[in-house]
Structures are given as C-alpha cells and as structure tokens.
Nanobody
C-alpha cells in the first residue's frame, strides 16, 4: 500500500521561503512520477510541479522560477523548495504519486496516491 507523508508547511511572510518534503512508502520511487498539487479555499486543486520517472521537472507558470522540485531516491523523498513566496501561494499542498512513469502536473487524473496535505500560509 502506497503511503505519502508531507511535512514542512507553515506560515511565513511574503518573500520568504519554505521547503516541503514528502516521504513515500510502499513504492519503488524510481518507477513513479511524483507531483505537488495545491488547493486554496474555494478553488479547484491545481498542479504546481512534478518530476517523472526520468527526473524531468515541470512547473506551473505561476511558480516557474520560484519553486524547485527535487527527489532523493535513496530516501524515497520528494521536495518542493519554495522561494519568493506570495500570498496567492497560500493553500494546502499535496504530494501525489502516479504509476504512469511519464505523468506530469497537467495529468492530475493519473495520480492515484495522495498525501494528507500540509498547510502553507503566506502573509502580506
């Protein structure tokens, strides 16, 4: 059974940084595509960043140049480094895994395993 556990959320001022972590259990990290998604109150869940089984990263245009997704395969952990944070980045951030090796953040339906989410609050 796949289990994803996020950590690293919190509250920071605009312009600050946070790093989210997602540790995966029950899957072979190298074989999966992994992604970060977020959902703000009253809004639909959206893709933020992803890294497929070939370690190809993709980003939403709204975070391009500010966020960086990375993986530590030895630790089965996915990271999201978030810099220059804006109030509009406030949301619950979810880690997700797809057994389709070439999934990306624009293929949300292919991600079948989800973490419980971690809250990110950016104050202006």
């Amino acid at each position: 059974q796949v289990q994803l556990v996020e950590s690293g959320g919190g509250s920071v001022e605009a312009g600050g940084s946070l790093r989210l972590s997602c540790t995966a259990h029950g899957l072979t990290f190298d074989d999966y595509s992994l992604g970060w998604f977020r959902q703000a109150p009253g809004k639909e869940r959206e893709g933020v960043a992803s890294s497929d089984s070939m370690d190809r990263a993709k980003y939403a245009w709204s975070v391009e140049g500010r966020f960086t997704v990375s993986k530590d395969n030895a630790k089965n952990t996915l990271y999201l480094q978030m810099n220059s944070l804006k109030p509009e980045d406030s949301a619950v951030y979810y880690c997700a895994a797809s057994d389709y090796p070439y999934a990306d953040l624009f293929m949300m339906s292919k991600f079948g395993s989800w973490g419980q989410g971690t809250h990110v609050i950016i104050s202006s």
